[in-house]
């Protein structure tokens, strides 16, 4: 298990917020903590600490205000640590190269390919073809629905109608280098992990698993670890020492 550290950004400033509470309207997002620094500043923290394969995510959409800022932020993590950071948020075929041209190893994408509610098979062969697999990471971040888990889009507000198994994961990792898997009813909230979900991504071993939601202690580490069999990468936001959250951040940075 390694950790992939993150760096997200709203409203051109570097945050952990609840994730169900993000909203498109009015730039709204409950938080659990802004930081005084910049996003260069973490990016040169997680290169100079040898992680890499962090998260760099827009949490505006483009026609936000505040879009340009977040921007411009994500632009220069990415310029301060080339080839060791992915970014996602609003990603497309028409800015991906941009972003990896930008330094990005690779982009992450979700409402693009899941669009209307629905998987687009023709919009993630167009992504693929424009990254190529090997740089592309897809997020499938999802709540629980009905006892199953439903991949969400557009900042986690919309429900696809697409259930994360075994099959589903088979399916995508055709298309992609890696998946990116928050639990969004926990995420934010540092209240303990999606056992259920961790099982789940534990029997797919195929591609590289991220997962995030609900880590607040190490004890919630040891835990993930057992049931994801050692096989899920993790990350650590509102929990960790450097947004406000008391698991160290130098015993996370040795998961490498």
């Not at 990005?104 to 629905?118: L, P, Q």
């Not at 592309?136 to 986690?156: E, P």
């Amino acid at each position: 298990m390694k950790f992939r550290p993150c760096i997200d950004i709203h409203n051109g400033k570097v945050k952990q917020i609840v994730g169900g509470s993000l909203r498109d309207t009015g730039d709204q997002a409950r938080e659990n903590f802004v930081s005084e620094q910049d996003a260069a500043f973490y990016a040169a923290l997680y290169r100079d600490s040898g992680l890499q394969g962090g998260h760099v995510i827009l949490l505006n959409p483009e026609d936000s205000p505040y879009f340009q800022e977040t921007k411009k932020q994500a632009l220069n993590a990415l310029k301060t640590y080339p080839g060791g950071l992915q970014i996602g948020g609003g990603v497309c075929p028409e800015n991906a190269e941009d972003y990896l041209d930008a330094g990005a190893s690779h982009v992450i994408v979700t409402s693009y390919v899941f669009r209307n509610g629905r998987l687009s098979w023709e919009n993630l062969e167009k992504i693929e073809k424009e990254t190529g697999k090997e740089h592309l990471v897809l997020d499938l971040s999802c709540r629980k629905k009905n006892g199953a888990y439903y991949i969400v889009t557009d900042r986690w507000q919309k429900f696809t109608d697409v259930k994360i198994t075994l099959d589903t994961l088979r399916e995508l990792g055709a298309h992609c280098d890696e998946f990116l898997i928050h639990g969004v009813d926990v995420e934010g909230k540092a209240g303990g992990i999606e056992a259920e979900l961790v099982k789940l991504l534990a029997e797919y071993g195929e591609r590289s698993v991220t997962y995030a939601g609900g880590v607040g202690s190490m004890e919630d580490i040891r835990t993930l670890e057992i049931y994801g069999k050692g096989k899920l990468d993790v990350t650590v936001g509102s929990a960790l020492d450097l947004f406000g959250g008391k698991i160290p951040f130098d015993s996370l940075k040795k998961l490498k």
